[in-house]
């Protein structure tokens, strides 16, 4: 039977919206593994960044950033798993989008910092928020030793996003990297010049689990877990695709405090397994 190789990469955002859910999910992955024999690892991206603009009331109830608030956490639950730790940043000053090189310098090293303050290891994985990844995100990531980044979305069109957490009307302009002319399914050392394309870069970039054989980006060829509750069939056809497109790895994102019904992912799991049998790996494993 074929083998196909798992990364779950969980965009955890503001800690305080997951903190609830991901003991959870933890626990369901643990019992998984006891039912299964299917040993789940994720790459838990923690989210820190600009993103919490205090003057904004939802936000301003929730505490915390990721690393700050989620390091305790995250600390014992490495410790107990064979998971990993990586980061996910927006490119944000503030409210305002700003993916400039300065900001995204300040933003990955202070980041950084923070992390190896917190966890006393260098983070190795990175994913951008809003999938933005740029020429200048390879060369701070690659000074800083990160060896992954998992934000290319193949044939993904820049687009403007016009809602913040799908409520605010964004007041300023942020647009999602463009990785329309990426057509990488497999993860790829990118072209410093054209990220897109692949090159001499010595960071891996890992594509998202978009259907191979999609000729252009649309939600219905994108797989993440977040799509299980609301079209499952969906789901599970993108994954026979690339198992049927002899592709060996997938690497599916999630949203933590996305997932409200864990024998949906049971399913989905069991499914896949049947189809094609999975194993998992962290993004830091692939470089
Ligand atoms: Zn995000």
Redo the contacts with the bound molecule.
């Keep these: 039977m074929n083998k196909i190789k798992v990364a779950l990469t969980a ?1 955890t ?1 503001n800690f305080s919206i997951c903190k609830e859910v991901v003991p959870k999910l933890i626990k369901f992955f643990d019992n998984l593994e006891k039912e299964t024999g299917i040993e789940v690892r994720v790459s838990w991206m923690l ?1 820190q960044d600009d ?1 919490r603009p205090y003057n904004c009331e939802i936000r301003s109830k929730q505490d915390g950033r990721g690393i700050e608030q989620g390091g305790k956490f995250f600390r014992e639950i490495i410790a107990s798993r064979k998971d990993e730790i990586g980061l ?1 940043i ?1 490119f944000t000053r503030g409210w305002r989008f700003d993916p400039s090189p300065e900001n995204q310098e300040r933003l990955i090293k202070s980041a950084y910092e923070k992390f190896l303050d917190v966890f006393e290891f260098e983070p190795k994985s990175f994913v951008g ?2 999938w933005y990844s740029d020429s200048n995100t390879i060369k701070i990531l690659e000074s800083l030793n990160f060896k992954t980044d998992a934000s290319p979305v193949p044939l993904y069109k820049e687009r403007r996003i016009k809602w913040l957490f799908g409520k605010i009307p964004t007041p300023f302009k942020i647009t999602t990297c463009n990785w329309e002319e990426c057509k990488e399914r497999k993860p790829y050392h990118p072209s410093y010049r054209n990220p897109c394309i692949k090159g001499n870069a010595k960071i891996l970039y890992v594509p998202n689990s978009v259907n191979p054989t999609a000729k252009s980006f649309s939600a219905e060829n994108f797989l993440s877990l977040d799509r299980l509750k609301y079209d499952f069939e969906g789901c599970i056809k993108i994954f026979k695709e690339f198992v049927d497109g002899n592709f060996k790895f997938i690497c599916i994102p999630f ?1 933590p405090h996305s997932i409200n019904d864990v024998n949906l992912v049971k399913k989905f799991l069991e499914i896949c397994n049947n189809y094609s049998k999975i194993y998992f790996t962290t993004l830091g494993e692939l470089a």
């Design positions: 965009h955002e989210e993103m996910h927006h928020g809003w949203h």
